[in-house]
């Protein structure tokens, strides 16, 4: 979902610095809110460890330029189901920032509308889950259709950002449309792979004893909130 430089530039690039300094305050409020909840080392580890995992995601794991983006294997319901809300959001702010830092520099300019495209979706598919979810219910107790539902908050709303930026950068012209159309059907094939990625690693947490007493995963992941 990386936005391809050129995409959205000169003045108008500014409104990315806005959308992501909201975005970055509303992750920092649920930081803030998890450290009160459930201490600070819980939630440094398990931001670290979202963060190596993003970065691998989108360093390591396959990823192809379609259209006005590149398809990539996010997994954001996954970090969220197995870390929570506040890692999830800061592991892909700042992996996303170490990918670009580090390997992909021309990046950089574009890390508002990306950082953007990661978070907000995110922050959607919490009032899903909170919607969809039982309170109390156990995250390794999730059916199919639960996950299935946080996966497509996550995966459409990432597109429906990667084209917000297509739009407002590039107008309505046919080519573009023909662009943002090409990576919303490649991209939403990912809706293939993330809900059974999902139930597979709920199934490992659920069959390992030693995740019930780790403070290094999301304390719902087995009913200890």
């Known amino acids: 979902m990386h936005i391809e430089p050129g995409i959205v530039d000169g003045a ?17 409020k649920l930081a803030a809110s998890e450290i009160r909840d459930h201490g600070g ?4 580890a398990r931001s670290a460890i979202t963060t190596a995992l993003v970065f691998c995601f989108f360093e390591v794991l396959p990823h192809y330029p379609v259209g006005v983006s590149e398809v990539h294997l ?10 929570g809300m506040a890692p999830a959001a800061i ?4 992996g996303l920032l170490a990918q670009g830092l580090f390997f992909a520099p021309y990046d950089l300019p574009q890390y508002g509308m990306n950082v953007t495209t990661l978070l907000v979706p995110l922050f959607a598919l919490r009032i899903v889950a909170l919607l969809a979810i039982a309170p109390g219910k156990r995250y390794v107790d999730l059916t199919y259709r639960q996950a299935l539902a ?5 995966q459409a709303g990432i597109v429906t950002w990667v084209a917000f930026w297509a739009l407002y950068g590039h107008g309505i012209g046919a080519d573009n ?5 090409t990576f919303g059907i490649a991209y939403m094939l990912v809706i293939v792979i993330e809900p059974l990625a999902d139930l597979v690693v709920l199934a490992a947490a659920k069959s390992t ?8 995963f999301e304390p719902r992941l087995l009913g200890q909130a």
């Open 177 to 181: 449309l023909v662009s943002i159309g």
């Open 91 to 94: 592991g892909l702010a700042v």
């Open 41 to 44: 080392l819980s939630f440094i």
């Open 74 to 83: 996010i997994l954001g319901s996954t970090l969220f189901l197995l870390f």
């Open 209 to 216: 004893t030693a995740i019930s007493r780790s403070w290094l």
């Open 12 to 28: 108008k690039i500014v409104l990315s610095y806005a959308t992501a300094g909201a975005s970055g305050v509303f992750a920092l």
């Open 150 to 154: 946080l996966s497509v908050t996550y």
